[in-house]
């Protein structure tokens, strides 16, 4: 099966410190990938650089077997591998509605009609149909994030990157989240997620990376990395973590 995204020796510095040291996986069609480690361990600052909102030091990015960063347009490359941040990044002067229309408009010049009837379609896909002439400020953490997800979709992308997606979020609201990106990875969407839900990665993941220092310790199935973590590193997380959370 082909490749949607390979990532090639990936190294990103800040000033003399190494977050991320010779990264390389690859990623596949309908993979759902959750990258789980400790505060510092470099998952979001590998998926900031998978979709350029951090340069990459070293090492290549590519998508459909082509360098992302020099053979394909920018903007193509972010409709195709879409983001939703941990903490929404909505428009708080735009309504639900208008933050889902305005990507399509300008990025993908699709007319108003249709960007709103796409719009209108994945805001109901994720619960958040009646919420469409609200502003953000009138919604709940897991509503927003419920929107910011409809946003992405609406992009139609390939991909979806989640930075943490729930950690910002009420511990009741968190539920609510989850269940929306387990019914779109029933429904075949690619996903990478970093994510402190462990249960969640080991009951919908197809693969969970294990970082620790800046490098992928672990590549393994949830049924394998859970019960049997090969690395004492990686053993360590699991029981300080599990203990809190299964």
């Not at 990264?23 to 990938?33: N, P, T």
């Amino acid at each position: 099966m082909e490749n949607i995204l390979e990532i090639r020796h990936l190294v990103k510095h800040f000033g003399d410190h190494e977050v991320l040291r010779d990264i390389s996986f690859a990623v596949q069609k309908g993979e759902v990938i959750c990258i789980i480690g400790s505060s510092g361990s470099g998952k979001s600052t590998l998926l900031r650089c998978m979709n350029f909102l951090e340069q990459p030091t070293g090492g290549e990015i590519l998508y459909h077997g082509k360098n992302a960063e020099t053979e394909w347009k920018r903007t193509l490359y972010h409709s195709k591998v879409g983001m939703v941040f941990q903490s929404f990044n909505l428009f708080g002067n735009k309504n639900v509605l208008e933050n889902c229309v305005l990507g399509q408009m300008q990025v993908l010049k699709i007319e108003r009609r249709e960007a709103e009837a796409r719009a209108v379609a994945y805001l109901e896909k994720v619960g958040m149909g009646a919420y469409r002439l609200a502003r953000p400020s009138q919604l709940s953490g897991g509503q927003k994030q419920r929107v910011a997800i409809a946003r992405a979709l609406c992009m139609e992308p390939e991909v979806l990157l989640f930075d943490e997606p729930t950690s910002a979020l009420d511990p009741e609201m968190v539920g609510e989240v989850l269940g929306v990106m387990q019914d779109l990875a029933r429904g075949g969407m690619t996903m990478l997620i970093v994510t402190h839900e462990m249960s969640f990665a080991r009951d919908v993941a197809s693969r969970v990376l294990f970082m620790d220092g800046g490098v992928i310790l672990e590549d393994a199935s949830p049924s394998t990395l859970f019960s049997h973590p090969s690395q004492p590193r990686t053993q360590e997380f699991l029981r300080r973590v599990l203990a809190r959370q299964l």
